[in-house]
């Protein structure tokens, strides 16, 4: 079995990660999906975010879901998800945590119901809780809470006070001050970043006048906000930094180069969600393209890379105040 | 809900294969049909009837496009394909000439099974391609009789001909069958609304009526539905299904991102023991009992 070169490993919060390369909640199911394919494996990527788990069981939004859209594609799932104790219960006794880490993806749509999924969560052998204040999907609590900085370090405190296992907070970029959310959540207890989340978007069915989602507006991931999703990782890091709080950089990487600019950025891990979608087989393929870089710039550990971007001198736009016009 | 449908053996690994595969043939059909031929031995060895395969498009396209496998052949590799454009993709997909290649991923979700003696197979346009794949699989049965019926509002992709097999029930005229499937000794027959040469006029539920109505009781109760087509189609079927009470499998579509059962985008309501279950129609599906669906 045939692991990451050992230059691409880290420690995260703790965890050893085998890879930067970790596969993003709601693209990959529980984690054993893309075993399906020959030639994946869940050995080539540091850790699996499993589909975001609520209290109770969800069934989810109606279809369609999902509509491709101009280099990138909207999804309106809804979190559906079996509920956290079946996924305690059935599906964690599945995994092999000897093929990679598992972490968890929380959401709610109150404050006790973020803070009972993490309580349960917390024991269980999950390796860490990631926190979805962030899911565009849904009609109470997720992005609700994300853009309002006081909701947000709200969470952050009721899931700190039920699990010392590594909380990954997951930020959304629909919101003015992004920067300013995460310097309340690190205060709150976060011990990491998820940046970012979908943008909310639309798409419409001109012939039938409605739109292609049954939930109407959805969130937009793939290519097209990438661009975005880099500046956005970028100012989380302006604050993370001084308290060394990493961060899982994504949004659109499909390939080494993208992975690489996330990095440099200021993330120390990188998420991988709709590429998979189109090459199933593209974990081994950035693992080997960030490798040869590192090669060819002569860095012995992918942990050197991150934050190490030049800023030309007008360094006032990334802040968020600076206008760019 | 749909729990992850695989065991703690983990037999679902590595069933799905993904290969860059040369385009053998892609021929064009009126009605912008087209018949695709690659090269992809894994899929072409595990293919069952009922199963797709999730095909790029173009490099500029972020999604792949799931595509009913219509003949797959074990010994030389190839599988075929028949879809028509309907958007953006498929008409990309169109302009792949032989020669080139595509990523093509399966053999995925889960197959048709046939119990019953006299299978009657209903394919509607896009929804003909399936039917085959179950027709030649069944021709390699004995005792079993299947009936095909194919329905289509425009030119079939392929040139009717006279059926030398005969079927009770038929209409005076309603001869035309499908070659390929007349070749393997395989009895079907054609309807549209569009009077063309030898078809029924009228809907494939209407003809399959005339053939039902012409069995003795004994005869039906071997009869099981197989269908695949457009919504409108699927449920005249089931409700179909449901008079004479047969059993009914129909296959589904829906748009798919990942293909592998990962992010629940391409589910459908299916009635369950309690309530409602949204079921992922790439690996849970795309067969299931129409009953739970119509
Ligand atoms: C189909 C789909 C379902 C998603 N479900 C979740 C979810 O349950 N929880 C969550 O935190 N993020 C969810 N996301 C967001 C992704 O985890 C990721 O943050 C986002 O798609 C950006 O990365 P990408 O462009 O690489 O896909 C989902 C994304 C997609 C495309
Ligand atoms: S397309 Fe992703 S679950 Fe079916």
Known sequence: MSQPDPRLAQTFCGMSFASPLILLSGCVGFGEEYTRIEGFSNRDCGAICLKGTTAAPRSGNPPHRIYETSSGMLNAIGLQNPGVDHVIQNILPELDFNETRFIANVSGSTLEEYREVTRKFNDSPIDAIEVNISCPNVKAGGVTFGNDPDMSAKVVEACREVTAKPLIIKLSPNQTDIAGNAAGCIEAGADAFAVINTLMGMAIDIENRRPYIGNNQSGLSGPAIKPIALLKCHQVYQVSKAHDIPIIGQGGITNAVDAIEFLLAGASAVGIGTALFYDPLVLPKINQGILDYMHRHKIQCITELTGTLQLNSADSVLTGTGCSC | ?294
């Not at chain 2, 509607?124 to 391609?129: N, R």
């Not at chain 2, 039917?131 to 030119?155: N, T, W």
């Not at chain 2, 009717?160 to 097999?165: G, T």
Request: with cysteine; hydrophobic share 40%.
């Open chain 2, 1 to 294: 809900m749909a729990s992850p449908s695989y065991s703690a053996n983990k037999s679902h690994r590595n069933t799905i294969f993904v290969v860059d595969a040369e385009i053998l043939r892609h021929e064009v059909y009126p009605g912008h049909q087209h018949i695709l031929r690659v090269q992809a031995e894994d899929c072409a060895r595990q293919a069952r009837p009922g199963q797709f395969a999730h095909l790029t498009v173009d490099r500029q396209r972020p999604m792949r496009r799931p595509i009913s496998i219509m003949r797959a052949s074990p010994d030389q590799g190839w599988v075929d394909f028949l879809y028509k454009v309907a958007g953006e993709g498929t008409r990309l997909l169109s302009q792949r000439k032989a020669g080139e290649t595509i990523s093509v991923m399966g053999p995925i979700g889960k197959p048709f099974t046939v119990k019953e003696k006299k299978p009657l197979l209903i394919g509607g346009g896009v929804g003909m391609p399936p039917m085959i794949c179950l027709a030649e699989a069944l021709r390699r049965q004995v005792d079993v009789q299947p009936l095909v019926i194919l329905g289509s509002e425009i030119p079939f992709p392929f040139d009717s001909k006279p059926s030398q097999l005969m079927l009770q029930g038929m209409p005076d005229g309603v001869i035309g069958g499908m070659p390929l499937l007349e070749d393997w000794g395989i009895a079907s027959r054609l309807a549209s609304l569009q009077g063309y040469p030898g078809c029924y006029e009228g809907y494939v539920t209407d003809l399959a009526k005339h053939w039902l109505e012409a069995l003795s009781a004994d005869q039906r109760a071997q009869v099981g539905v197989y269908a695949c087509g457009p919504e409108p189609m699927l449920r005249a079927v089931v409700n179909l299904a449901r008079e004479y009470q047969l059993p009914v499998q129909v296959s589904l579509e829906e748009f798919m991102a990942c293909a592998v059962g990962g992010c629940a985008g391409c589910v459908v309501a299916v009635k369950a023991e309690q309530g409602v279950a949204m079921q992922r129609v790439c690996v849970d599906g795309p067969v299931f009992d129409g009953l739970r669906v119509y």
